[in-house]
């Protein structure tokens, strides 16, 4: 049987933001808080070889600078388990912008003023800040195989080959990076601005070798994230120990100058593509290298840029290869859609020239492509609706009064009118999770789970779940989320967020139901649960449950409770799961100037199961805009003199503003994959954005005829 529709509800927690009631972590005011700020490298490689603090304890109001000498050194790499936690500080800069101090003090302007004064002293190494020039110096990385596509593609009727480049790009959420420390009555307390409390709570005391019964680690409310905030960050135990040595707590908000310079970022990648087909229009091979710059260290995985296109369509021959190139910047890491972000606008602009080459409708072209199974592993995928997202993606957008030929479409002005079209996919995931249920007679539920909110509305879907499920009164729900004091906390990223809460939601809701009909004993009680609960006399009934993945091991419970990174995805034992999305987009080119518009977009979704409808299409509409701006504003500008980024700010980071954005019509298929998990959902969050940038640029082609290969894509390059 087919589960109903969920209803539209409000957000949860609606009302409290737009009241002002929500705290984050800077939100956070302790009596007698000290602030810290650090002391960035201004080179790019070598050795501290003086720090200077003198001059910054002489500041008034600094109360102490932290050096190397004040941690402990960093522990041994388990080969398995969490990855080690971030270092501390250290004399040895790998990066410019790597804090090598931390000034300490009784206000924020004079933690601000004792940074500025110091003047460290460098041994300074000459370091490679870009990856051109340097293809020959790849650290190949896993291919992605299925059959011979060398073999196939030398009988190709008709080939496309082009290369295509996505920039390094960074994050640029509202909420600044943010860490709160106390010490108090034995126990390390730390609220942080994170996606992995779990993850974070055992950086913490790897990091500083202290007992993990002691540290606490919160963060019920994230501003923004998407990435940025997933893995541990560094400036986490630096706090914690500052906290510890003073005794007092301790507040860091870093900048956003030195966020650019120490958090992870989308890295610059360059994607050779080449596709053959028969020339009735039958994809029978891919080739695909992808190559992207890398830290000295980092492991951000360049074999992943294959996860999604290798699954777009029913190509059975496909060689997808990758490559590192090491630079002396930092680690580049997870921004939404990941990876999908550039292998789905190389891909799917390669798709595009292939239908154009075979003189094909690219929707058609698309549509007699689909695909039926995995083609890396042979197996079943647990669904797909790619179709159906086409389709009415194409019905919605009016793709059938669409006219082939390239700046045939005008409008009445002159402006130049452009219909693209892409597919995009990622992975659905899912991860182990523990949840606890309690039900009081006095009115109240309390329900703890793994999870974070940041923003995609976690805690509306959680509570769309027991609402609907379960007969309580929601003015007396309490969710608790993103705290190590309830339960273990996996990391929220990935889109397996709402697949990590809630299934073990609904189990919570099943065991509930069976406990309290055991405890009313056959009797029939009129009311909801709490009405039951008072009537036979009892305070309060608590359950406890766990759910793992498909084909996932109970050790990954143990795992999850010791900080691990334990989801499965896209690749389960006996099928391949995975989201998709079509994007329909129209663009409109100034004939003189050459400014690109995006008037009126279409994006189709396949999720399964859409557990908070409100929340679903609030994601989509946050990818799509995320989408245009990856498309035609935001690049990262490397400074190649000395190893760090130009405009580090959001005055210089260009990013779509309100002006940019016009019509979005969001579409959710909404058909459950309970093949997938017990509450048949998929991922969301990152397939929205995937694929937007090839329908804007494919569109762009469509409006002018010229084919634009980089991103961002601007005035300049149609001039």
Known sequence: MI???????????????????????????????????????????????????????????????????DFPEPPPSAEDGPPPPPPTLTSTVSFRGEPIALVIAESLEAAIEGAEAMRPVYAEEPFQALMDGLEADREEAEPYVAGDAAAVMARAAVTVSETYESPTQHHNPIELMATVAEFRDGRLSVHECSQSVGLAKYAVFAALRIDPAVVDVRSPHVGGSFGQKGLAQRQTALIAQAALLTGRPVKLVMPRGQIFHVAAYRPRSRHRVELGATGEGSMIAARYDAIQ??????????????????????????????????????????????????????????????????????????????????????RPLSSRFMRECLEEGARRFGWKERVAQPGSMTAEDGTLIGWGVACGAYPSSMPPAIARLRVGADGRTRFAVSGHEMGQGIRTAIASVLIEELSI??????????????????????????????????????????????????????????????????????????ELAPGQKPEALEELKAGGIVAMGPEYPAFTSMSYGAHFVEVRVEPRTR?????????????????SPRTAASQVYGGVIWGIGASLRERTEVDPRFGGYLNSDIADYVVAVN??????????????????????????????MAG??????????????????????????LL
């Open 3 to 69: 589960p109903t529709p969920f209803p539209d509800r409000p957000r949860f927690d609606a009302r409290d933001m737009v009241l002002g009631r929500t705290r984050y972590a800077a939100d956070r005011r302790l009596a007698g808080m000290l602030h810290a700020m650090t002391v960035p490298a201004r080179i790019a490689k070598g050795t501290v070889t003086s720090l200077g603090a003198e001059a910054a304890l002489r500041v008034p109001g600094v109360v102490r600078v932290l050096t190397p000498d």
């Open 293 to 378: 710059e890398q830290s000295r260290q980092g492991f951000f995985p360049a074999a992943e840029y294959h996860e999604a296109p290798i699954r777009l369509y029913g190509i059975e021959n496909y060689l997808g290869t990758g490559a590192d190139i090491r630079l002396d910047r930092q680690a580049p890491g997870w921004m939404r859609a990941p990876h999908a972000q550039a292998s789905c606008f190389a891909f799917e602009s390669a798709v595009d020239e292939l239908a154009w080459k075979l003189g094909q409708d690219p929707l058609a072209f698309r549509l007699a492509n689909d695909a039926a199974r995995d083609p890396r592993t042979g």
């Open 473 to 546: 009164d929601p003015v007396g729900l309490e969710i608790v989320i993103a705290d190590t004091t309830s339960v273990p906390q996996h990391m929220t990223a990935g889109s397996w967020g709402t697949a990590g809460c809630v299934p073990a939601t609904m189990k919570a809701v099943e065991r509930m139901r069976s406990a309290v009909a055991e405890l009313v004993g056959g009797q029939r009680i009129a009311g909801n649960l709490h009405r039951q609960l008072a009537m036979v006399r009892r305070p309060s009934v608590e359950v406890e449950v766990s």
């Open 595 to 611: 400014r690109v518009r995006v008037p009126r977009v279409v994006s189709i979704a396949d999720c399964g199961r859409v557990i």
């Open 659 to 688: 002006a940019d954005i016009e019509e979005i019509d969001v579409g959710l298929i909404d058909r459950p994959d309970l093949i997938a998990n017990r509450a048949g959902l998929k991922g969301l969050g990152q397939v929205t």
């Open 692 to 717: 937007v940038s090839a329908a804007v640029a494919n569109a762009v082609f469509h409006a002018t005829g010229k084919r634009l290969r980089s991103l961002p894509m601007r005035i300049e390059d």
